[in-house]
């Protein structure tokens, strides 16, 4: 029984490598090559300890930095959805939850719906954990992209609102503080006609 336990997590942890494969549209700082989606992942962890203290609402640290790793490792399957594609994005929860279903389910069961419920936690965004992570998932590109000078943002053509949207929307519910400092970086970077003012 204990053996079987041990192979289906080392079945999980063996799947989990391959979001290193999993390429983002999001360039390294200092314009490097694109990031995978372990790397955006990490970094995030890595922000929501550093950046804690800026959460609008007291949050359990370790379940956000959980629920960051976690966060995006349906997209083994599901593949990575830029965030201003709106055209995958309609199909983006459909694929999202069936990568959960069979990603998920290679663990033993306690496992396996223990980081599955951490997903649609973050997928619901109603926790001050799933706010506050989400926050990170927006600031995390930001930030890289404000340290390539809009690299991104112009080889997409991103005007002002879309990127004002979604961290209105993403960011603010986690973090005013954050919020503020990501309002500056957009306004500079569109100042500077990295992004679109529209």
Known sequence: MEKERLEKQIDFILEADK????????HLSGNGRRENDAEHAWHMAIMVYLLKEYANEEIDVAKAMLMALIHDIVEIDAGDTYAYDLKGRETKKMREEQAAERIFGLLPENQGEELKNLFQEYEASETPEARFVRAMDNFQPL????????RDWREHEIGKQQVMKRHITNTKS????????????IE????NGNIKDD
């Open 174 to 185: 986690g973090s005013n503080i954050i919020w503020e400092c990501a309002k500056k970086i």
């Open 188 to 191: 500079e970077n569109v100042r």
């Open 19 to 26: 979001e290193k494969n999993i390429i983002r549209q999001t």
């Open 143 to 150: 930030l890289l992209n404000n340290s390539n000078d809009g």
